[in-house]
């Protein structure tokens, strides 16, 4: 059971716009900053997003991220076929004093 | 750029240890703050703890607590994991990590990672 939660899996068309909730609470996104983790299978996962919103250079622009209150949402726009991918949001857990991800989610761009 | 690299595969018997590397290239490992994340076979990602910048010691997840050990050689710029008393549930990928951790002026935690080593396979089994 993870501490955030990111819905099993999202779909859309090529071309179209997905996006991808992570909740948590008042101890982790209510209270520091979120970062967003692409995982290609058999990979190591790859930072995407970090600090709510920041893109690390090689992100392209069509990757957006943002946070209000207690959840963080993932968008992506101009969909392709190379992004299907498991996607995981992380933060730090004040509570807990831990790392925490969500359990990820599973994008199929069909 | 700094690059991880993480030693092979390992199977292992239930009771036993196992130590996985992370070499560090293009810097220094005393100057970066490392973290070990872990994933289950078709599971989601599990950090298991890392140095902390604000406190200057390593830290530990509670689940991991007494079983798992962080170490880094200086003179070879490489980072360990050691995992004591392996169970089936210890098979898993376990990745190194670099991360970024500060608290902003409104004491909000930034905290990310970036870059990732390879993964390493731990198997665990009888």
């Known amino acids: 059971q993870s501490v955030l939660t990111q819905p099993p899996s999202v779909s859309a068309a090529p071309g179209q716009k997905v996006t991808i909730s992570c909740s948590g609470s008042s101890a982790n996104i209510g209270k520091n900053y979120v970062s967003w983790y692409q995982q290609f299978p058999g990979t190591a996962p790859k930072l995407l997003i970090y600090?709510?919103?920041r893109r690390p250079s090689g992100t392209p622009d069509r990757f957006s991220g943002s946070k209000s209150g207690t959840s963080a949402t993932l968008a992506i726009s101009g969909l392709q076929t190379g992004d299907e991918a498991d996607y995981y949001c992380?933060?730090?857990?004040?509570?807990?004093?831990?790392?925490?991800f969500g359990g990820g989610t599973k994008l199929t761009v069909l | 750029q700094v690059h991880l690299v993480q030693s092979g595969a390992e199977v292992k018997k239930p009771g036993a240890s196992v130590k996985v590397s992370c070499k560090i290239s293009?810097?220094?490992?005393?100057?970066?703050?490392m973290h070990w994340v872990r994933q289950a076979p078709g599971k989601g990602l599990e950090w298991m703890g890392g140095f902390d910048p604000e406190d200057g010691e390593t830290v530990y997840t509670q689940k991991f607590q007494g079983r798992v050990t962080m170490t880094e050689d200086i003179s070879t710029d490489t980072a360990y994991m050691e995992l004591s008393s392996l169970r089936s549930d210890d098979t898993a990928v376990y990745y190194c990590?670099?991360?970024?951790?500060?608290?902003?002026?409104?004491?909000?935690?930034?905290?990310?990672?970036?870059?990732w080593g390879q993964g390493t396979l731990v198997t665990v089994t009888s």
């Open positions: 992380g933060t730090w857990d004040s509570g807990l004093s831990a790392g925490v």
């Open positions: 990590t670099t991360g970024v951790q500060y608290y902003d002026n409104s004491g909000s935690r930034v905290y990310w990672f970036d870059p």
């Open positions: 293009e810097y220094t490992v005393s100057k970066l703050s």
């Open positions: 600090e709510n919103k």
